[in-house]
């Protein structure tokens, strides 16, 4: 026998012993109600987790029950069974958030489907719900989906690297794996969480102003130092200075990084005074710095330094089943902001997206269910609604997607092309070019770097 309960209200003797039969063939466990008022009395007592329900009932309509269980707040899908020459009602249902409907005479085959879907949907948002509390107990307000054993072991190291206050930690992973969500939560968690948090992107901001931001200025220290300014180590004090994209740093200000590590004060730039701070300082990098130190481009001790602990979150196509579960969570925050009732992807989808290699990682998929969810319309997610394999490759074997199936285009051709392409289209607008490219001002700015690509200014 399953775990699971379902309910059929229907007045007629024969339909529910004719479903009662088939669905207890799939193991359910069936109880049945011929009233409103019995059906009520069964929900209170057993919440079942699936309703199958009749439009016309003996002492009231399905859609009048539908609107009683909306007051108990029960939530559980609940299917309509509907004559043909009442679609109507099977709308009006669907609007009160019924999972779906079956026309009659029932095709116990297609109401299997259904229900099949129903079920996987509502374990789907148990599971996420289960996360969610077990995650609010350990992670506080921040959410990071996953299961799989790999985001287990992710989850564990969090923990402890939240409560040693003060080491040093290097974040590592491929682009969009999660590694700023994951270095808030290690803030959020930490005996320092209600001190400032700074966050730096080092590849957005050229070097003399990555210098200033960090160290701060005194006044006069060059042309545009109209005022004093203290940097982010100056503000961070007694909290935690989250430095993203580490390895592309210049050597020089590699040196003073070094300095602040290993003295714990520096210099405003064009300042002669120590400041000293007591700052935890997290580094996050999609680049192999190892490699990089080899090469001669990293310096290594400090690399030694910022890498005292050091946590990998996992690529996307490693955690499994996790790729449905994140995108189960995404059409569920998605369909709230775009007001969509998406109920869940298609037989095909889930293969299509377990299969793929996902080289952007969990924001490639959030961008994905976001657009399917923002530009359709339906119950569920189908292949031909998302873009996949649009910039990547599809196989998983492929060196981590960077070459496509489509022409021998190299990734970063492919790209660039798309940078372009937003950029030209919005006359060099890079905030609306951005948004094109869902992603923000400043990944479009190191993209712009990155791919040599100027402003039309310059
Ligand atoms: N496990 C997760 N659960 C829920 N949301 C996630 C998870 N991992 C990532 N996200 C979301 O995906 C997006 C990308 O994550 P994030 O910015 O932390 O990645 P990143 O590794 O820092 O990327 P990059 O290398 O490009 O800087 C964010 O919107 C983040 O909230
Ligand atoms: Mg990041």
């Known amino acids: 026998m399953r775990a699971e309960t379902i309910l059929v209200v229907d007045d007629e003797k024969l339909i529910r012993w004719s479903l009662k039969q088939s669905l207890q063939k799939e193991s359910f466990n069936v109880l049945e109600a011929e009233t409103v008022k019995a059906a009520l009395d069964r929900v209170s007592e057993f919440e079942p987790d699936l309703i199958i329900l009749d439009q016309r009932l003996p002492d009231g309509t399905g859609i009048e029950f539908i609107q009683k269980l909306r007051e108990i707040s029960f939530d559980n899908p609940i299917v309509m069974l509907s004559a043909v020459d009442t679609s109507n009602v099977a709308v009006q249902a669907m609007k009160l958030g019924a999972f779906d409907y079956v026309t009659k005479p029932v095709n116990i085959d297609e109401l299997k489907i259904v229900i099949e879907k129903a079920m996987e949907s509502i374990r789907l948002k148990r599971q996420i719900a289960f996360l969610r509390d077990e995650q609010k107990k350990q992670f506080g307000n921040f959410t990071i989906i996953g299961d799989s054993p790999v985001m287990k072991k992710l989850f564990n190291m969090i923990s402890k690297i939240a409560a040693s206050d003060s080491s040093t930690v290097l974040v590592t992973g491929e682009s969009g794996v999660g590694k700023e969500l994951v270095v808030r939560t290690i803030h959020a ?221 190299t990734f970063s051709q492919i790209e660039r092309s798309a940078v372009l392409d937003a950029l030209t289209k919005t006359n060099f607008n890079q905030s609306q070019a951005a948004k094109l490219l869902q992603i923000s001002r400043d990944q479009l700015r190191y993209k712009m770097k990155k791919l040599g690509i100027k402003s039309k200014s310059i």
């Not at 005194?218 to 994209?245: C, H, R, S, V």
Request: glycine share 8%; proline share 2%.
């Open 189 to 409: 968690l930490s005996e320092r969480k209600d001190k400032c948090f700074m966050a730096v992107n080092c590849a957005s901001l050229t070097e003399s102003l990555i210098e200033s931001e960090l160290f701060g200025h005194q006044k006069g220290a060059f042309t545009d130092a109209k005022n004093l300014k203290k940097g982010m180590f100056e503000l961070a004090d007694g909290g935690t200075i989250f430095l993203d994209e580490i390895g592309d740093i210049s050597s020089s200000l590699q040196v003073k990084l070094l300095r602040v590590l290993d003295q714990k004060s520096f210099k405003r730039v064009g300042g002669t005074s120590e400041i000293s701070v007591d700052v935890r300082i997290i580094t996050a990098t999609n680049q192999p710095l190892e490699e990089k130190v080899e090469e001669g481009k990293f310096r290594a001790d400090l690399f030694y330094r910022l890498n005292v602990v050091h946590l990998y979150v996992p690529p996307l196509r490693e955690r499994g089943n996790d790729i449905l579960l994140l995108a189960h969570y995404f059409l569920q925050e998605f369909n709230k902001t775009f007001r969509k009732n998406f109920k869940g992807l298609s037989g095909e989808t889930k293969e299509l997206f377990l299969k793929y290699n996902w080289p952007g990682n969990v924001r490639e998929l959030k961008n994905v269910i976001e657009r399917a969810v923002l530009l359709d319309e339906g119950d569920y997610i189908f292949s031909h609604h998302v873009e996949l394999g649009h910039l990547h490759s599809l196989s998983k074997n492929e060196d981590a997607g960077y070459s496509t199936t489509n022409g021998n285009l």
